[in-house]
């Protein structure tokens, strides 16, 4: 329930601050007075699209507050509208998204206005209003149904891909063994192109590296002077001598240490530079071999424009894809089970959905029929038509559109073809009543439901109004006297204008003031005896 609203430089509003009551709140007021603003504000701070252009000219930025309950609960809502373009939602304090607004609203208010009507006229929508009655019973099935449904065009979306797989690949096929043979037959090895670079830079500068090496190995093996001891030996001698006196001194000993380590590693060093000096024969002949072979691999490179390792990942790739041909058959029979299997499941939802339906749509026909004769359809007939899609969807395979006939001996046919304007809005009030009572909402907002209707009409309509706000709080905008009339509390929208500003202000009518209103509705004077009369009469008639 909304407690109070409080609207700060939106349009013409500079600022607005009233509290409701918990029945029927009626709001009334001259045509250009705010009521469509103060509308707009409320929708705004629900979660429409803010609209920058209502931020009150001369002013940065527009404020708008809703305080009340839901399920017993303080809640406050605010928007706060930027001239620059930004909007900031709080709830309950903190900062939210629209789509959380939104959310959290869907069960705490609903506004109802004339575009409501204009879907109610539009058959896509009557499955959806068809379900919204006693929704907890159909919403579970229905989440069911679009798991299904999911499912299955999953497991299709799957099967389809591979049969575009399948034909794809039948065209790439000589593609594939082509360029996976060729791959095969080059013999790469990872890291191949970078072993061969090595082999033949050490090839290029080999006669001044072979000089080095020998060199190298001459001065620890001694091999360049006659009779002369070894680099080795020298340092072998060094590490024995220091051995033999180790135990005299843990510093010696450390150092034999260190030097038997120093003569082991030079050994190996030796030997190592002794494999080397074998293997740096090389003849022109190696060399060319080496150049070939990394020719060979750097034009593969630049064909596939992939280094070896990723070239021999491309081979494996080929192969995985001519293996898979193989196995298309198999795979197409397994994945077309699945898809069966997923449908099968579809369409026993589906028809479970659709029995629900039809239980719940004879339901809501019946209560549709009731509502409709209390709103002064005494000899029409309403019927939920029912029939079956060809394809499963999201919903299941129904197809539902309401039919109606205002007049004896018509046949039935679509809303659009049959109502009128006033007849819409009174139609739509009677799902909203019928529907509403099977959900949560606690304010019900109704903006100009009274629109093509007059007279008794009218007066039907604010007792149906009256009665829905026994359970729930309503606020009603309108300009007729028979629904202000119902009014447990009731406001009057004003206009005014200074030093070429408009201000809309709003008061909380005491009884005398609301005889006024309504007078003024019926001849447009407050002042009149005969409408004041009648605005007395009328009020008592609705009490």
């Known amino acids: 329930m909304i407690d109070r609203i409080e609207i700060n430089n939106f349009a013409t509003i500079e600022h607005l601050s009233f509290d409701l009551g918990a029945g029927l709140n009626v709001i009334t007021g001259e045509t250009g007075a705010g009521k469509s603003v103060l509308i707009t504000a409320v929708s705004t701070v629900l979660g429409d699209r803010a609209d920058t252009t209502m931020v009150r000219t001369g002013t940065g930025k527009a404020f708008i507050q809703i305080a009340g309950t839901k399920d017993g609960e303080d809640v406050v809502i605010s928007r706060e509208i930027l001239s620059g373009g930004k909007s900031v939602s709080k709830l309950n304090g903190e900062m939210v998204t629209l789509g959380q607004i939104k959310n959290f609203c869907r069960d705490w208010i609903d506004i109802h206005g004339q575009y409501d009507n204009q879907q109610i006229l539009d058959p896509e929508n009557h499955i959806r209003i068809t379900d919204s009655f006693h929704s907890e019973v159909l919403t579970p099935e229905l989440e069911k149904l679009r798991t299904c449904y999911d499912d299955y065009k999953a ?27 060729f791959i095969q037959d080059l013999g790469l090895y990872a890291g191949e192109d970078e072993e061969l670079q090595d082999r033949l830079a050490m090839m290029k500068n080999s006669s001044r590296i072979f000089q080095s090496v020998k060199s190298s190995y001459d001065l620890l093996q001694g091999n360049g002077y006659e009779g002369g001891p070894s680099l080795l030996d020298d340092l072998g001698r060094v590490a024995s001598d220091l051995s033999e006196i180790g135990s005299y001194s843990e510093q010696i000993s450390t150092m034999a240490s260190q030097a038997y380590d120093a003569y082991y590693s030079l050994e190996d060093i030796s030997l190592g530079l002794r494999d080397l000096l074998s293997s740096l024969n090389f003849s022109e002949q190696d060399m060319d071999e ?66 629900l339906r039809k239980i719940i749509a004879g339901r809501l026909e019946s209560a549709i029929v009731k509502e409709l004769q209390d709103l002064e359809f005494a000899n029409s007939e309403f019927r939920i038509d029912i029939s079956k899609l060809d394809e499963i969807g999201p919903l299941g395979f129904d197809k539902v559109e309401f039919l109606i006939s205002t007049n004896p001996g018509e046949p039935l046919m679509p809303l659009t073809k ?22 949560r909402v606690e304010t019900m907002i109704f903006d100009e439901i009274d629109t093509g209707i007059s007279g008794h009409t009218a007066l039907v309509v604010g007792r149906k109004l009256a009665g829905i706000a026994d359970h729930r709080q309503i606020i009603s905008v309108t300009h007729l006297p028979q629904i202000a009339a119902y009014g447990d509390d009731n406001y009057l929208i004003s206009k005014s204008i200074d ?30 005896e005969n409408a004041l009369q009648a605005a007395r009469e009328l009020i008592a008639s609705a009490k």
């Open 155 to 181: 497991a299709q979306k799957e099967y389809e891909y591979l049969l575009k797989a399948e034909a794809n690949a039948v065209r790439q096929q000589d593609y594939y063994k082509f360029e996976y043979k």
């Open 290 to 355: 080496v150049s070939g072979r990394l020719a060979v691999i750097e034009d593969a490179k630049r064909k596939y424009r992939k280094s070896v390792e990723e070239i021999l990942e491309f081979r494996d790739e080929l192969r995985s894809r001519l293996d898979m041909m193989q196995n298309f058959d198999s795979e197409k029979k397994r994945l077309a089970e699945a898809a069966h299997k997923k449908y099968a499941a579809l369409e026993a939802q589906a028809e479970h959905v659709s029995e």
């Open 418 to 439: 049959i109502a009128s304007g006033g007849e819409i809005s009174r139609i739509m009030l009677a799902f909203k009543h019928i529907i509403g009572e099977t959900d």
């Open 499 to 528: 030093n070429d500003k408009s201000y809309t202000n709003i008061d909380h009518l005491d009884a005398e003031s609301k005889v006024r209103m309504i007078a003024a509705l019926f001849s447009g004077s407050s002042d009149s």
